[in-house]
Every structure is written in C-alpha cells, then in structure tokens.
C-alpha cells in the first residue's frame, strides 16, 4: 500500500480525551512531528476525525 506523512499542526491541550487518544494512536503527541504510516482505512479515518489537528504531507 502507499504511504502518507502525517503532520501535528494542533495542540492536544483542551481537546477531548477521545480525540487525544487518536492522536497518540497516530504516533503524534507534540506540535509540528510528522509520521509516516500506511495508507489503510483505519489510519485514513482517524485523519478525518482531526482535520483541525493534523494534514496530511506531501
């Protein structure tokens, strides 16, 4: 499958615990790190759930 980076752009601080769980379930915790993940359904849905704390790089 291919692969897409994944970059912080939000703070976790005052977000529902849910949403920082998804955070720490991408590999992302702190400001401007970017992973790099499979592009899998699972990982494609929890980005939808964050458009305010993440984007996806190029």
Excluded: C
Aim: glycine share 6%; aromatic share 0%.
């Amino acid at each position: 499958m291919a692969k897409i980076k994944i970059k912080q752009i939000g703070s976790p601080i005052r977000r529902p615990e849910a949403q920082r769980k998804i955070l720490i379930g991408l590999g992302l915790n702190k400001m401007n790190r970017v992973v790099e993940l499979e592009s899998t359904p699972e990982v494609l849905g929890a980005v939808a759930k964050l458009p305010h704390l993440v984007q996806v790089v190029d």
